[in-house]
């Protein structure tokens, strides 16, 4: 039943920016906690972001620090990841996923296994 959509990627230059969407469904998104991953061609994936249920925790790899910010609207079950300053080695398929470990005081992960289900995932290539 739980399902998560991504969409907002596409083609920007370097140094543009994007915003990706991931439309949560059939869980309270509140309750759990909501990771973003790449990959790129041939590489594995790579943990980029990620946010507690209560938004009291959220941590980027060190590649997007400052540059990308995580965000959510709980109404529209909705988590976002604003991407600004984009560098050609950003390109990858981005994914967002979910933890249903959620609740006050509970600290995201920055590592795959932690998450419970994820989305499609939608491409984000970053060129001149």
């Known amino acids: 039943q739980r399902k998560l959509v991504e969409s907002g990627g596409g083609l920007v230059q370097p140094g543009g920016s994007l915003r990706l969407s991931c439309v949560a469904s059939?869980?309270?998104?509140?309750?759990?906690?909501i990771g973003w991953f790449r990959q790129a061609p041939g590489k594995g994936r790579e943990w980029v972001s990620c946010?507690?249920?209560?938004?009291?925790?959220?941590q980027y790899a060190e590649s997007v620090k400052g540059r990308f910010t995580i965000s959510k609207d709980n109404a529209k079950s909705t988590v976002y990841l604003q991407m600004d300053n984009l560098k050609p080695e950003d390109t990858a398929v981005y994914y967002c996923?979910?933890?249903?470990?959620?609740?006050?005081?509970?600290?995201?992960?920055?590592?795959?296994?932690?998450?419970?289900?994820w989305g499609q995932g939608t491409q984000v290539t970053v060129s001149s």
């Open positions: 996923a979910g933890d249903r470990r959620g609740g006050p005081g509970y600290t995201c992960k920055g590592y795959e296994s932690a998450y419970d289900y």
């Open positions: 059939g869980f309270t998104l509140d309750l759990h906690a």
């Open positions: 946010m507690s249920s209560t938004e009291s925790s959220t």
